[in-house]
């Protein structure tokens, strides 16, 4: 069995780790006849594509600098961000191997035996943020009478802001996607619920709130993702209990699982268990990659989007009284 690991202390550029580790995934795939290897092969052959052959991302943010613009006219007192980026390599390779071991654990649960190799991977298709973009949106406090009305009118403008958006994009070539999530008692508007996760209405794990939505970018064939938050969501998602912490907890759940299903009687399980337990001991100082440095596992400067992401665009509004 390959893991990311093993590439990280040769010197290669994260190009080349990409290339190599996705080719050696396929190669073990064929020797072994695991689609599940082939599917990950897939996944991060991705990852390389839209680092390699970017130009489609100019393309891709002046049609979302577009909504940023209508914004502006339409909320002019409001402050806002629009921010994207490609997620991380060791982010998309911790989330890949997560999902399989989320995945078995509960069909163990539910059916008493393991699922096929096949039927893990009708489920490895689930990830289409590799792409995102976030929009922050933050009221003034100049423009209430009433502190204890500012979250309520922030999410009202969240949720107004979120039922023009599909119509919109959609115009610009990008078309949402069915999100499959319960949305009931929701305030989007019943048009485009469907399309969204409200985790304001059901919040996930550790209190973390905001708006998802994928759309499929018909001009450049690739998902794309969109947050909208409020900045106090932001900041709980960021530097609150939501942020990587939380994060962190849900791997080492992951990991728990280890106790229900033992070492040896399912490889899908074994495997992505014995990726996801190295990522974690993962010495970054060791680390040899091209634009990336750390002095410990905490103070790290990635301009390579190895462990941070490559951040894709920044748009930022201030509202009119205060420019």
């Known amino acids: 069995m390959i893991t990311l690991n093993d590439y990280l202390y040769s010197g290669d550029t994260v190009l080349k780790i990409l290339h190599r580790y996705s080719a050696d995934l396929a190669s073990d795939a064929s020797a072994t006849g695991s689609p599940v290897d082939l599917a990950h092969s897939e996944y991060i052959a991705q990852i390389k594509e839209l680092l390699e052959h970017n130009d489609f991302l100019t393309s ?54 393991y699922p096929e190799e096949e039927q893990i991977c009708d489920g490895l298709g689930c990830f289409r943020d590799l792409i995102a973009y976030r929009i922050v949106i933050s009221l003034p406090m100049c423009h209430i009478t009433d502190e204890n009305e500012l979250e309520a009118r922030e999410i009202g403008y969240l949720y107004e802001i979120a039922d023009t958006m599909p119509g919109f994009l959609r115009e610009k070539g990008f078309a949402p996607e069915l999100s499959g999530f319960d949305n009931e008692g ?30 499929f970018d018909e001009f450049t064939g ?13 900041d709980h998602a960021k530097i609150g209990d939501a942020n990587h912490f ?42 040899k990659v091209n634009m ?12 390579c989007g190895l462990f941070v992401g490559r951040q ?12």
């Open 292 to 303: 990336f440095t750390a002095y410990s596992n905490q103070l790290i400067n990635d301009g």
């Open 60 to 113: 891709q943010s002046q049609r979302i600098r577009e909504f940023y613009q209508y914004m502006t006219e339409k909320y002019p007192f409001l402050a806002f961000t629009f921010k994207g980026r490609i997620k991380s390599l060791v982010r998309a390779e911790e989330k890949f191997n997560r999902y399989i071991l989320e995945y078995i654990y509960d069909y163990f649960k539910t059916n008493g035996k």
């Open 246 to 287: 939380g994060y962190e907890k849900n791997q080492k759940k992951s990991l728990d699982n280890r106790d229900v299903i033992p070492a040896g009687e399912c490889r899908a399980f074994d495997e992505a268990y014995e990726r996801l337990r190295l990522l974690k001991e993962i010495d970054l100082p060791a680390v």
């Open 312 to 323: 894709i665009l920044p748009y930022e509004h201030l509202p009119r009284f205060q420019m």
């Open 222 to 234: 690739c998902y794309t993702e969109i947050q909208l938050r409020t900045k106090d969501m932001d």
């Open 186 to 215: 929701s305030p989007l508007d019943e048009s485009v619920s469907p399309y969204y996760r409200d985790y304001i209405k059901t919040p996930r794990s550790m209190g973390y709130k905001s708006l998802h939505i994928t759309f």
